[in-house]
């Protein structure tokens, strides 16, 4: 199956700077890639998205990166501000077979954003 | 926020103890999905149903059993639970295994 790891479980920067967050996946059958923002005892929110027919997509701050042939995906934010800070959370779909629509996800980032 | 709306909130249960965690979208979607969410862990995803039918079982133990009336509600029914089952349990819908939104969870002591 599906085996999606996340770096870094912690990130801490100063309001106005960028933060990164980076993904890799293990299955190269995999062809959506969510990202999810969770504030501290909310739901987890879809904040972008990317399909495996696109390297990379923007929404104003944030952006993502998708590499496939080396099974890996970033997530770019940039001019953090203090309400940035929850835990992100990347995902990878598998897609065909008895997985389709299941989800992995990666264990978080805690994202911290000094004013 | 109110697409997709889980009761209860918060469930506090003991071993012996027989309860039931309700999921409902209004989203007009066809699939929907339990998670468990465990301090330090990933999302854990336990089933998924796509058009009330079964789809995914991910090895969850028999103390959990879901119930897929309907494309609209989802129900868990936990029994003879562990403390290790402490969590947040999460449900999500989506339309055709697409993305995914997520519910407000219910929040799982077992004593």
């Known amino acids: 199956g599906e085996n999606v790891e996340q770096h870094p479980s912690t990130l801490s920067v100063q309001e106005g700077d960028s933060a990164v967050i980076k993904c890799t996946y293990s299955d190269s059958a995999s062809n959506y890639f969510p990202w999810y923002k969770q504030e501290l005892g909310k739901r987890p929110q879809l904040i972008i998205d990317?399909?495996?027919?696109?390297g990379e997509k923007k929404d104003q701050r944030i952006a993502v990166t998708l590499n496939k042939t080396a099974k890996h995906f970033s997530l770019h934010i940039t001019e953090t501000q203090p309400e940035d800070s929850a835990v992100y959370f990347c995902?990878?779909?598998?897609?065909?077979?008895?997985?389709?629509?299941?989800?992995?996800f990666g264990q978080g980032t805690i994202l911290t954003v000094h004013p | 926020e109110t697409g997709v709306t889980q009761t209860p909130r918060h469930l506090v249960m003991g071993m012996t103890n027989k309860k039931s965690l309700k999921c409902e979208q209004h989203l007009g979607h066809n699939a929907m999905y339990w998670y468990k969410q465990s301090a330090k862990k990933p999302l854990e995803l336990m089933f998924v149903y796509n058009f009330k039918e079964q789809t995914e079982n991910n090895s969850v133990p028999s103390r959990f059993s879901p119930e897929c009336p309907n494309s609209s509600h989802l129900f868990l029914h936990l029994h003879t639970l562990q403390p290790e089952d402490s969590a947040l349990y999460l449900c999500?819908?989506?339309?055709?295994?697409?993305?995914?939104?997520f519910g407000p969870g219910t929040r799982l002591t077992v004593l």
């Open positions: 995902a990878a779909q598998e897609a065909g077979g008895t997985s389709y629509g299941k989800l992995t």
């Open positions: 990317i399909r495996s027919n696109v």
């Open positions: 999500a819908s989506s339309l055709t295994l697409d993305t995914q939104y």
